[in-house]
């Protein structure tokens, strides 16, 4: 929410829907209704609920903007990729992500991105753990085979992070236990969402 123009999108597709809808009722129904009133209230309530939901995504945004209504991300790569996104997201605060830390090979113990600091949690190898210690709600792995494959656990019910970049932007975080649809997120264009496997 508050990034793209899917939401809008929606408001449109319904309007148009619930125009036909009439439309088809009113005549079936062989209702005669003023057209001037089907053709003003429509279109005028389709512009306010526009409007909500464009003012509603500036509040969000501004709530952003100060730390609060973020997702909380692990970024887990090379040093170059997870710098990559830390920069990225973070210069996008709009888009409600902030890097609250990150696993990369190395010993490293502090990654410097644009003045910030951000800690590192350990290892690719080392993601349980750094998931649960760092409160995430996000794991954003960067960077072609950035994760080993049973970093995040073998048995048959956990969630796989998938490592399919080769370049930016990055492509394949994991949102664990969501059930997203695969694909590009509205939020995070550097991103594409995969549901537990």
Known sequence: ?????EEYRR?????????????????????????????TAIPLATALTLLGRFRARKWLHARRARGH??????????????????QHLGRAMHAGFTVVGVCI?????????????????????????????????VLAVAGEGALPPDACGP?????????STS????????????ASPSGPSPACPCCTWRSPD
Not at 1 to 5: D, V
């Open 1 to 5: 929410m508050g990034i793209g123009a």
């Open 105 to 137: 090979p190395g010993p490293v113990g502090v990654l410097w991105v644009d003045e910030v600091d951000v800690p590192v949690l350990g290892s690719p190898d080392d993601v349980m753990v750094a998931l649960k210690a760092s409160q995430a709600d």
């Open 167 to 178: 370049s930016w932007p990055p492509r394949s975080p994991t949102w664990p236990g969501l």
């Open 69 to 86: 209504a973020l997702r909380r991300v692990l970024a887990v790569g090379t040093i170059e990729a997870a710098t990559d996104l830390t």
């Open 155 to 163: 048995s048959p019910g956990s969630w796989k992070a998938v490592a």
């Open 11 to 39: 408001v449109l597709t319904v309007a148009l829907r619930f125009v036909a809808l009439v439309a088809i009722l009113f005549y079936g129904a062989r209702v005669d209704v003023a057209r001037g009133f089907v053709g």
